[in-house]
Every structure is written in C-alpha cells, then in structure tokens.
C-alpha cells in the first residue's frame, strides 16, 4: 500500500462523532498509517432540529488542540499527528469562517458543502417535491458560489456528497449532466491553486463509490489539477484508512502520479 496517510477524519471533538481522538489513532498504527490528520467539523448557521441542537457543530477548537497535542507527543514515535478543520461554507458565514481560519496555525483545512440554502442533504427534505437531478444541480451551484467566495482553505472536500443521500442515489447522476458545472468549479479551484479530496466514505455508506466519482478526478487531472489528498471520512475507529488501497488504484487509473499531504498548510507531493 502506497498511501499510508489518512487526511480527513473526525473524533468525538465533531457534532456526528462519538469516538475518542485515542481510539482514531490507535486504529491508525494498528492499519501502518504514517499520518492521521484530525479534520474536526464546524458549521457555522447549522440549522436548529429536534435532532440537531444549537451549537451542535461548533467546534471548542482550544480543547480539541490540547487533547491533540497530548497524543501527538504520546504516540509521536509511532505516527504523526496533524491538526486540521473541516469547515463548513455558507455565504451568510463567510467572514466566521475566514476568523476562525486564521485563528490557529492549522496544518489542513478543508472546506465543505453541508448546508444548501437553509438545508442539509443529508436529510429527505433537501430532495422533496423536485427530482435528484434538480437537487444535485443546486448543490453543485453553491459549492461553486462559495468557493468564489471564499479562500482560506487547501482543498474541497466530498464534491458530491449530496449524491449519497438522494432520495434514487446515483439514478440520476449521469456525469454528463453535470460536466459544464464540474469545469466551472475545477477551473475555479485551480485558479485558485487549491486541491480536492479523494473521499473513500461512499464506499461504505451504501453507494459503492468514491467522492467524487472517477469521471470528476480525471476531469479535473486533465485541466491540470495537481493538488488531490486522500482521505477516509471516518467518524469511527473501524473505519480509519478505509479504502485507501482502491484509492491508490483509482488515482493510478485516473492518470496521477502523486498524492498530496499538508503540513502548516503546505503541500507535499508523495509518488504512488
């Protein structure tokens, strides 16, 4: 296994996670990674359910550094452990998340779409009364509008995470449907000299692909795209580096030679 770095997981220091930072990095050494990077949620205007209480996923950035810290020193003969944020962009946050991008001296950040126009794809509501098509478009839309936006991060994560959740999966998800919408944010994130993430989690949550599908990573490698980390998603111990062996696989197919990792936020080029 070439890729031994796993660039986006989460710990009970995330709104959806219940697993000790300890355990996320145990399993680590247990699968050979070299590196785990700790990519925490916060969501700024996350709306307020019964499911999801205010405050959910805000992020106590302090308490979460001093934990890392402790257990980067304690395991700092066995794996590296890096500091990283995922955070996730609105329009009505912008200037929240460019404050809290610049409060710390992170190691990764990557940004993602989780709420369209007061929603949450993950939830049914998102998809109701229009087809998948029609709500795959307006959240391919926004994540374009925010990176115009906005650009305190290094790369864009799971571009097609709404694909997961939609009321038919992939039924209605024909890449060529979506081409000129996938170039516009491409083209955006290059000129801008940032990355997206090879995002394993699909892999696992029922769809049996990778974020985003294969059609996307070549695209963007044929614009020139360069920056790409790969990352598991995992919310859970068992799942560290998931995937990471058909990741490599599928990087290979797709015509890179290089992976990247982040460190101070500067990237790194490691051969496959």
Known sequence: MAIKTDYHTHSSYSGDSKEPMENMIKAAIDKGLDIICFTEHND???????VDPEGKFLLNVDSYLYDLLLLKNKYADRINVLFGIELGLQPSCKRENAILAKSHEFDFVIASS????????YYPAFYEGRSDAEAYMEYFESELENINKFDNF???????YVVRYGKNKYAEYDYSKFADIFDEILKALIEKEKGIELNTAGLRKGINAIHPRIEVLKRYKELGGEIITVGSDAHKAEDVGAGLDTAEQIL???????????????????KL
């Open 44 to 50: 700024f205007d996350y709306p307020v359910t019964e």
């Open 114 to 121: 989780h709420i369209v126009n007061g929603k949450d794809p």
């Open 154 to 160: 290094d790369v864009y994560g799971h571009l097609d």
């Open 252 to 270: 290979k197919d797709c015509g890179f030679k290089y992976y990247t990792i982040f460190d101070k936020r500067s990237p790194e080029y490691i």
